[in-house]
């Protein structure tokens, strides 16, 4: 195999046994990328349905056009490989047929395998680049302007262009798959720390100011974030595992596994993607009908926070409206003090 797995078997074994393995193996690579991509779609097609219309409450998802282009671009992803997948199966399958038939191995169908493997191994790396780049683009939303933000929005890049290299590398020279699967297991675990870490901090630091019910969404918003980041790390770590040992059993898997790894790519994202036209097209309750209870709706987690060090305090006799991450605090008839952010002067 190409892709730096440990096989069972080896064109040394006799070339009808190899190639009866590869069909094996690659046949339960494209069912298990068929599956994966089964579950990717109904997101995709649940995403694009919110994206696409008016929320009832007349709020706008924040970055709605970047969200939109990111999706069909995922899409566009997952279809190809997925497409992939499939041909390859059917290109050994017509392989090990010529061979059992003409008892030739059919050369020219094998290169044309090794080459479209090699094709289906750059798609995985330039998906996953997409895919953190959005991940990317959360995190500096998430930290707005802080003074850091550059900082941390430059270090993340450099890292991310590296896994990509990284796995260029890896796929030309054939080296170790472990190195460009445990770069970007780095470089995710890194995201998600500052990001969820960004959202607690500030939800903790402006947690006095609105009491209870912002400690619900901004732990919700770290939720929504863990749950898709760690799908992936996941994913990451289980696909790396099955590349220890070279048993039949484990072959299976890592085929399994490979399949599968595609479409997680872009079922991570399409979830946070989802989430986030979720929250924004809750319809929202009347305030007058609700007197001094507090409507709160969240855009998490791409909508970007206001900064809590420069903030200057206002009387509001009739509305008041503080933004934290994403989510928006509305109380009426209340003359209480609010936090307003100096852009709203």
């Known amino acids: ?70 999706a069909i671009v995922l899409a566009s992803f997952a279809l190809v490989q997925v497409t992939m997948d499939v041909v390859l199966a059917a290109l050994v399958s017509n392989a090990l047929t010529d061979r059992i038939l003409d008892s030739q191995t059919p050369r020219t169908v094998m290169r044309a395998y090794n080459m479209l493997y090699l094709v289906r191994q750059g798609m995985l790396a330039l998906n996953n680049l997409v895919a953190d780049a959005l991940f990317l683009y959360r995190c500096k939303l998430v930290w707005g302007p802080h003074r850091l933000t550059r900082y941390i929005v430059g270090g993340l890049s450099f890292l991310i262009l590296a896994t990509a290299a990284v796995a260029v590398v890896t796929i030309y020279y054939k080296l170790n798959i472990h190195i460009p699967f445990g770069v970007a297991l780095g470089t995710n675990v890194i995201l998600l720390g500052l990001t969820a870490g960004r959202i607690w901090y500030k939800g ?47 072959s299976n898997f890592q085929a399994i596994c490979w399949g599968a790894l595609a479409q997680v790519v872009n079922i991570v994202p399409m979830m946070m993607i989802v989430r986030v036209a979720l929250g924004s097209n809750a319809a929202e309750p009347d305030p007058e009908q609700s007197g001094r209870n507090a409507v709160i709706t969240i855009d998490l987690p791409m909508g970007p926070p206001p900064t809590m060090d420069s903030v200057e305090t206002w009387n509001m006799k009739s509305r008041g409206e503080v933004s934290l991450a994403g ?8 003359s209480h003090d609010w936090t307003k952010p100096k852009e709203w002067a």
């Open 327 to 334: 989510a928006t605090i509305v109380e009426r008839d209340t």
């Open 204 to 250: 903790r630091e402006a947690e006095p100011l609105m009491g209870r019910a912002l400690r619900t969404r901004w732990r919700a918003a770290v939720t929504i974030i863990l749950e898709s980041s760690l799908l992936y790390v996941v994913a990451n770590v289980v696909y790396m595992a099955s590349q220890t040992n070279d048993t039949n059993v484990l």
């Open 1 to 70: 195999m190409t892709n730096g797995a440990t096989v069972s078997v080896s064109p040394s074994d006799g070339p009808t046994a190899y190639i009866w393995y590869l069909v094996q193996w690659q046949s339960l690579s494209a069912a298990s990328a068929l599956f994966g991509n089964g579950l990717f779609m109904l997101l995709f097609i649940l995403a694009l349905a919110y994206l696409f219309r008016t929320p009832p409450n007349g709020h706008q998802i924040p970055g709605r056009t970047i969200l939109r282009v990111t």
